[in-house]
């Protein structure tokens, strides 16, 4: 059964360019969650897709969008890099078809994200 | 909003001692709380749960429990390993709907032979 799983392990931008990452969910799961986990802290939900629009937000601007496709997979783009958009980006997955509570979120390796 | 306070590390410990990581949380509802691992190079990968007050969640030796009148949610294990080395996240789960998480800062443990 595979996992979460993100493309590509590493990317390195220059500020003002644009990023596009992936994310396959889970087997059998239908939902995916976004996170930024800056060097030393803790995750940070950036957005969630279910049925292929954005059922919550987290504080970023609209630099930061995704999609979910029809599949379940899921991208996120960054538009105009900063510097400070460095970062691991982690995808998660879970099944909102789970008793609400019980359900729980599955951690893709990350995609590491330099933006010079 | 909701938050989590988590202990500061790095913790280092040698084999076999006792680890306690303090965790803290501040929600509106009754949120589910979570302990996740991040091992060097790795994602996170889910190490124990609980959804209600007073229930214990525990998985490889480690145990929590959701304490709802001190708000903390404590990770605990009697003796720790080298393979322990790794950071500790705790999180708890909004009720809004989407379930997101919300995280500490992290515990940076080594465990040293």
């Known amino acids: 059964d595979a996992g979460v799983t993100q493309s590509p392990t590493h990317l390195i931008k220059t500020r003002g360019q644009q990023v596009t990452l992936r994310c396959s969910p889970k087997?059998?799961?239908?939902?995916v969650s976004w996170y930024q986990q800056a060097l030393g802290q803790g995750p940070q939900f950036i957005f969630q897709y279910y049925e292929e629009e954005e059922r919550q937000r987290g504080n970023f601007p609209d630099r930061f969008s995704g999609h979910q496709f029809p599949n379940y997979s899921s991208e996120l783009n960054v538009n105009a890099l900063l510097l400070g958009d460095s970062a691991l980006y982690l995808c998660a997955s879970s099944s909102l078809g789970v008793q609400r509570g019980q359900e729980t979120q599955y951690f893709g390796p990350g995609t590491r994200l330099l933006v010079l | 909003g909701d938050s989590v306070t988590q202990m500061e590390g790095p913790v280092t410990l040698s084999e076999e001692a006792f680890l306690t990581i303090n965790c803290t949380y501040t929600?509106?509802?009754?949120?589910?709380l979570f302990w996740y691992v991040q091992y060097p190079g790795e994602g996170l990968q889910l190490l124990l749960k609980?959804?209600?007050?007073?229930d214990k969640g525990s998985n490889k030796g480690f145990e929590a429990t959701y304490r709802k009148e001190t708000t903390s949610f404590h990770l605990e294990k009697g003796s720790v390993q080298v393979s322990d080395s790794a950071v500790y996240f705790c999180?708890?789960?909004?009720?809004?709907?989407?379930?997101?998480?919300?995280f500490g800062t992290g515990t940076r443990l080594t465990v040293i032979p």
């Open positions: 999180a708890l789960s909004d009720q809004t709907g989407a379930n997101n998480l919300f």
């Open positions: 609980a959804t209600k007050a007073d």
């Open positions: 929600a509106t509802g009754y949120p589910s």
């Open positions: 087997s059998g799961h239908d939902t």
